[in-house]
């Protein structure tokens, strides 16, 4: 909630402010030369050069994200509960520790909105209202949080459903947008992925209690003595 709050406080500052053009948004972005050597446009084709891009700048990211959350550093992001685990591992007191964390994810998050500008040659008012950081949470959500893939999946999901139904349902779409939020809560809260990933967790999770019980991998004292 504080999220969506911050979100709409960022819409009315950019309503307001004489830079960013208002309610019209900025018109007419140029896309110029990439590095200032590479045309980004080319004679017949003209979404040749920027498709592969943003592709690239997409690969880049996301070898970025899968770098992150494999490294010590990450490890620890992601299986930090609290201070008194993070401090002995990084060093780092928690506020610090999400921080370093928090401030690469906000660049690339950037990063994005300024390609999506490049591509469209626009950016409007839509692009920092709430209901764009809720669509952000539901394709978290539909791909599967916490997975790397989730994510990815997700915003095709939604996307792609979004471009199909715009035409045909309308404002209708808002709602639909509602209904898979509330559906994927309810019933598939471990996302597309994390569904998909189910039944080989639970198996390895059996086999890894079958071995414990054998003997075959070593357990802590309490479990041995529960025994």
Known sequence: MITLALAQMVYFFC???PFTGGEDGLQGVPRGKLFGLLESRCAGQPEYVIYYVVLA????????????????????LEGDPGERTAR????????????????????LAGLAGATKTLVLGFAT?????????????????????????????????????????????????TV????????????????????????AQVSLTAEKVQAAACGKIRTFPAYREAR
């Open 15 to 17: 309503l307001q402010a």
């Open 57 to 76: 700048v997409f690969l880049a990211g996301f070898g970025l994200i899968y770098r992150i959350v494999h490294s010590p550093f990450g490890q620890v």
């Open 88 to 107: 002995p591992v990084s060093g780092l007191r928690r506020g610090s520790l999400q921080a370093a964390g928090f401030h690469p994810l906000a660049a």
């Open 125 to 173: 008012l839509t692009d920092v209202h709430w209901q764009t950081s809720g669509e952000v949470v539901l394709m978290n959500l539909v791909g599967g949080v916490g997975t790397i893939l989730g994510p990815v999946i997700g915003a095709s999901v939604i996307v792609a459903l979004q471009n199909e139904l715009a035409d045909k349902v309308g404002p209708w779409v």
């Open 176 to 199: 639909i947008m509602g209904v898979i939020f509330v559906v994927t809560v309810l019933l598939f809260r471990r996302g597309i992925v994390g569904e998909a990933r189910r039944p």
